[in-house]
């Protein structure tokens, strides 16, 4: 997972409070995708980001759940009032550069959220 | 969404061969891939094959895709206690930017 770095790992947050989840791209990468894995499923694409633009939300909740990426700085993932169904892991990746060829995605450590 | 299928669970004993099972359902599908994510670890990319390819061969890890059933294998040679993960399956399309996951096989290597 080098490259793609994303904190905290583990957030614990209380029900009705708002959670706040970073991701850096790698190096010269601007774009980034959210996906999240709920226990024992696989992984759930969410948004997909490029700076200062929001590309696809599609998979994004209607409601709490927002997205950005600005200029500077890393790609937040905010969960407004958070709910006991938000505990998952959530994940970011940076796609390759098709330009060179590599159409692979690199995926973040992750943050562990868990609502108590 | 389309769907991606994987069972859910296979056991090897260590020097055996794994091959885990993936289908898609999804016929637009430009590439396939292979993750391997091991407890409380993010994912890590193991191969992908583009889809007018039949095979890869990338060490211990063998790809076979069949266009015409849909249907993605990963075979892991001489399989080590070191490969117990689970393996997702993930396939793109050109309908949409994201990768769509299977919800993973959970392989166990036995001494």
């Known amino acids: 997972n080098a490259g793609v770095m994303q904190n905290p790992r583990h957030l614990v947050r209380r029900r009705g409070q708002e959670a706040r989840l970073r991701c850096s791209p790698m190096?010269?990468?601007?774009?980034v995708y959210w996906y999240r894995q709920l226990p024992e499923e696989g992984l759930k694409f969410m948004v997909y980001l490029q700076k200062e633009n929001i590309i696809d939300e599609s998979g994004m909740p209607k409601e709490r759940f927002s997205a950005e990426f600005p200029k500077e700085g890393p790609s937040i993932l905010r969960i407004q009032q958070v709910v006991r169904g938000d505990s998952a892991a959530y994940f970011c990746?940076?796609?390759?550069?098709?330009?060179?060829?590599?159409?692979?995605?690199?995926f973040g450590s992750g943050t562990r959220l868990t609502v108590v | 969404g389309e769907d991606v299928e994987q069972s859910l669970f296979l056991s090897v004993r260590e020097g055996d061969s794994s091959v885990i099972n993936c289908t898609y359902t999804d016929s637009s599908s430009t590439y396939l891939y292979w993750y391997k994510q091991e407890p409380g670890a993010g994912l890590q990319l193991l191969t992908y094959?583009?889809?007018?390819?039949d095979m890869k061969q990338d060490q211990r890890l063998t790809v076979l895709l069949n266009k015409k059933d849909k249907h993605l294998s990963l075979r892991i040679a001489d399989t080590q206690t070191g490969d117990s993960a689970i393996y997702f399956c993930a396939e793109s399309s050109n309908s949409g930017y994201a990768l769509n996951f299977g919800k993973g096989t959970s392989l166990l290597v036995t001494p």
């Open positions: 190096k010269g990468h601007s774009h």
């Open positions: 094959i583009f889809s007018n390819m």
């Open positions: 990746a940076s796609p390759g550069q098709e330009t060179t060829g590599d159409y692979g995605y690199t």
